[in-house]
């Protein structure tokens, strides 16, 4: 009984990770199309130029807005699953807490700081000019509160 109860736990943990994922990368999309349209940019740029990162040399194919977004969208839904997932277990008595929602964030700003001054800089170099560091941080900032927003959201019902 109490596997079967924890197995329904994690799965339950996935699914809130996933969805937190959803509208954490949602949040990003929707936040880089505002900013790029109020300062003459393209968003589409941004999508490409994830292509380009994962598939170097496909940013200028037809499908490379489409497959930018895709892969984004998947990349979030990872991420939000791992967040969630690590929470749960090594830290389960922040969930539906201030320090947890701060904590989450948290981790989003260190993902940011990874992606944005250590990997990207050396896998595509390019992309990190796309949107100045502010707004892409500001991105993945909204990115953490939606999920933060999503696990405090589904950590209350689990308690009612």
């Known amino acids: 009984m109490q596997a079967m109860m924890m197995r329904r736990s994690a799965r339950q943990t996935l699914g809130v990770g996933l969805i937190a994922g959803l509208v954490g990368g949602a949040a990003e999309i929707a936040w880089i199309a505002l900013y790029l349209q109020l300062q003459g940019g393209a968003s589409a740029d941004v999508a490409r130029g994830i ?44 969930a539906g807490t ?31 000019t796309i949107v100045p560091y502010g707004a892409s941080l500001t991105s993945k900032v909204l990115f953490g509160v939606a999920a933060a927003l999503v696990f405090h959201t589904m950590s209350a019902r689990a308690r009612a």
């Open 98 to 128: 201030l320090t947890g929602f701060a904590a989450v964030v948290g981790v989003l700003v260190l993902v940011w700081t990874m992606n944005f001054l250590v990997i990207l800089p050396v896998v595509n170099p390019a992309f990190v």
């Open 51 to 94: 292509t380009e990162t994962v598939f170097p040399g496909s940013g200028d194919a037809a499908f490379a807005v489409a497959a930018g977004l895709a892969i984004h969208m998947v990349l979030a839904v990872v991420l939000g699953a791992a967040v969630a997932v690590v929470f749960a277990r090594a830290f389960p008595g922040l």
